[in-house]
């Protein structure tokens, strides 16, 4: 199976994200950085021709062979459905009709949804909050891998197991790490999404259905995109724990690579994310960054010092409050 990855633990650590400050110190230095604080205009019309895209590779692939569904599951379809993963990221953050209409952005979140087979949008809303004013936080923020993952997950064939199956490790980690009450809006997620599904089962019969779940399951699992959700925040080098991407995969995951600017500011939509670096270039050009996501699998399956371990932790006030 291979050689035992080398961590043991978390990279325990005793002080604030640092992003909370670093967006203190750019407004103050760049106030400009606020007028890029408004919705994309364009987001709401390229998730309606990815929705539609994916509808219409439905009535394609009715008379292909299953291989063939398959592979075009992977190849496309796991494309758009993991680029619609991050078009409702940016839909969570207010940026298709901004914090004036937040319902607006919840229900179209849940349209975005609807190629993915599986309701999602309503609980990734719920937890990605806590991703931002928590990160790394101990039993808050649920993008952490959980101890058992850790433990288990340590050498080169089981770490490649654990990212081909990622979709279930991120649906079920907030059932393990932080339960939260189902909401009324993910209720109405999962009804609109099993509406979709039975119009798409009754009209177009199997393979339609397969073709988007096999969409969803290979493309946010052993995925050249998927090398995002190792490179934004495993520690690649000690003393790290945001890390961007500037390669060309941005130009199709909403400029998520942009991770580091992200997180300094979360109300800045994709699209406008390089012009923050382009305003501020001594806050990023000096930091460590990735410049190609398959390398960064590559690295994580094959470095002893990479796995499941490899994230910074701390304990947040809330996490204290519940002790």
Known sequence: MGNSAGRS????????????????????KYPAIKALMRPDPHLKWTVLGMVLVQLLACWLVRGLAWRWLLFWA?????CVNHSLTLAIHDISHNAAFGTARASHNRWFAVFANLPMGVPYAASFKKYHVDHHRYLGGDGLDVDVPTRLEGWLFCTPA???????LQPFFYSLRPLCVNPKAVTRMEVLNALVQLAADATIFALGGLKPMVYLLASSLLGLGLHPISGHFV???????????????YGPLNWITFNVGYHMEHHDFPSIP???LPLVRKIAPEYYDHLPQHHSWVKVLWDFVFEDSLGPYARVKRVCKLAEDHL
């Open 270 to 272: 994709g699209c406008n």
């Open 231 to 245: 490179a934004e925040h495993y520690m690649f080098l000690k003393g790290h724990e945001t890390y961007s991407y």
């Open 74 to 78: 992977y190849a496309f379809g796991g």
């Open 158 to 164: 089981r770490k490649l197991l654990w990212l081909a």
């Open 9 to 28: 633990d978390f990279e325990w650590v005793y002080t604030d994200q640092p992003h909370t400050q670093r967006r203190k110190e750019m407004l103050a």
